[in-house]
């Protein structure tokens, strides 16, 4: 799959050519040992062009957009918004949902009732479903 | 006080007694709250890239409501507020959102989120006052050791949110100790509880949660109280486990006001203690 990291540049408007390595976001991610790229490597990637490698990247399905990695970061590059962006062109292809209609039967009771709070499957939908 | 209210699908759907309970309580501190008449999910995550308009919309039409209503809107689910208020600041903010979004939905007059956010903690905090909640506190919790669970979406990124101090909130504290209870101080109260995966990755969620449900206990807690519908369901199913009981803390207050309702413990699904499938019993 192509990735064009200028588009990723441009909608995750942020600027990674601001971040100065100092590891704070992935000091700060709750999610950390879940990632095969930590924030901070995941943002070099992005700098030095290497989008295209992160796009099978376990880190895209683990951040938990919890923000932590923007709140701290001290040069304001807002991690989150970069990986949210990859995660965005990894899901453009016809196919690459995450999440199909067909999955959701699981999470309803029998009268139809939703089983998860419903804001998962809103959420599920609206993040893994183009 | 009046606000326009905006409950949002989770609240609605399985946890509606939590919203019910909540606004019951506001009542009685003397607040009116009036449910819009219409409205759509949030869509439940902030659309971060620049470029998504579509996404933003239901979130516009409830600000558009609101104002025509001549009131703030309160929200009580996080992932609401978070959205709302977000996306309210883009439409404040961002002259490329707001242009697109006004000639998309054409309102009488352009929208420019004008439209007051106020999350149910900041209308305790602000509009009411913890001072007025304890006056009005009848069945006070005394003894109990409350831990604050705040999450993410009210608190980050602060410079959106504008909640409350990101790495030492205060809020939940202040209403716990003013309905009579202890608050507990502990390292996770502000770190993820990792709900947002609890469909696609649950032993991750569950890592997290058990780790926030660990600090607590370790810092000495009875119980831990939450606002946020998702961090109570993930945090009592995939963190608590029955350790520990994990409650909406605005049933917390209803209950300190004397309302009577039985503290929900977050068990929108099959509760993994007793098994009842009921958002709002004790167990
Ligand atoms: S915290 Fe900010 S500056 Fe530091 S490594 Fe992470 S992105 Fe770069
Ligand atoms: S938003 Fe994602 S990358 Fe940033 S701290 Fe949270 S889990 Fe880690």
Known sequence: MRVDNDDILRSSGTDVRKCMKCGKCSGACPSFDEMDFPPHIFVSMVERGDAAALLSSKSLWTCMSCFACVERCPRGVEPANVIEAVRASAMSPQGANRMRPEDVPVFLGAAGECLVPQQLLASAFRKYSR | MKFSYFPGCTLKAEAGRSGETAISAAGALGVEVTELDQWQCCGAVYPLARDEIATKLSAVRALIDAKRAGLPLLTLCSACHHVIKRVNRDMAEDSDVRDRVNSYVAPEVPYGGETKVVHFLEMLRDHVGFDSVAKRVTAPLAGQRVAAYYGCMLLRPSSAMGFDDPENPSIMEGLIAAIGAEPVLYPQRNECCGGYLAIENKGAAKRRASEVVRSAAEHGADCIATTCPLCLYNLTEN????????????????????????????????????????????C
Do not use: F, I, K
């Open chain 2, 239 to 282: 963190g608590a486990a029955g350790t520990m009981p994990v409650y909406d803390l605005t049933a917390l207050l209803a209950n300190a006001l004397g309302l009577h309702v039985e503290p929900s413990s977050g068990c929108a699904a099959v509760c993994s203690v007793c098994s009842e499938r009921n958002s709002a019993h004790a």
